[in-house]
């Protein structure tokens, strides 16, 4: 059966509220700020079964997480050392004979500020599903949606490593990955600069989707 790399990406340093977040949902071993941390997902999702026992068994690497839907399987390995990780990315490569260029390109499906948030508005996105912080009335709201889903966390580490911003939510499972985060005008504005470069980089070694 043919398996699609959908996500491969490695962040050298889990920022600390990405990391904190990460531990609030995780099923498996914690990160901690700092911690190197490869971001993979593929099609069919029970291939992903396989992909982990490969890097588990050969490697140091811890998981954080691990998604297993009929379409899209998803994983998050971490370690303090960041050449575990890339190790064990090599190692999952190797199985599927392919290359991290083979990577399906990342696409950018909503990208936006919501300036000056209302406090009704406020109220009804802190009493949804939020694992990260509150957001604030009067704040500016920079919210992203990606496809495939995982790079979204990519996004998020590379805009908390860049701004002085609170993430509020990040989604990076399903069809389709979601981010949101908060700030004053300036904040959000250099967040989302750094989130669309993070994504721009990614995009020079990645198929695009047929």
């Not at 379409?71 to 370690?79: I, P, Q, V, Y």
């Not at 599903?129 to 949606?145: A, D, Q, T, W």
Request: aromatic share 6%.
């Amino acid at each position: 059966m043919k398996i699609t790399l959908r996500t491969y990406v490695f962040m050298d340093a889990l920022q600390p509220q990405l990391a904190s977040y990460i531990a609030t949902s995780s099923q498996g071993f914690l990160p901690v700020p700092g911690d190197a941390c490869m971001w993979i997902e593929v099609a069919p999702g029970m291939a992903v079964h396989n992909l982990s026992d490969i890097a588990l068994k050969k490697t140091n690497v811890r998981m954080g997480e691990q998604v297993v839907e009929r379409a899209f399987g998803s994983m998050e390995l971490h370690f303090r050392n960041q050449s575990e990780v890339l190790a064990a990315g090599e190692l999952i490569l190797r199985q599927l004979n392919t290359t991290m260029d083979s990577r399906l390109r990342c696409k950018i499906a909503w990208n936006e500020i919501i300036r000056a948030i209302t406090p009704d508005h406020a109220t009804l996105i802190n009493r949804q599903l939020r694992k990260g912080s509150m957001i604030l009335p009067g704040k500016s709201m920079f919210i992203l949606e990606v496809e495939p889903a995982g790079y979204i966390m990519y996004a998020a580490n590379e805009a908390e490593k860049a701004a002085h911003i609170t993430l509020v939510d990040v989604k990076a499972f399903g069809s389709f990955g979601r981010l949101t985060m908060m700030g004053n005008e300036a904040e959000a504005e250099e967040a989302q600069r750094a989130a669309v470069a993070a994504i721009e980089r990614l995009n020079q070694r990645a198929m695009a989707q047929a």
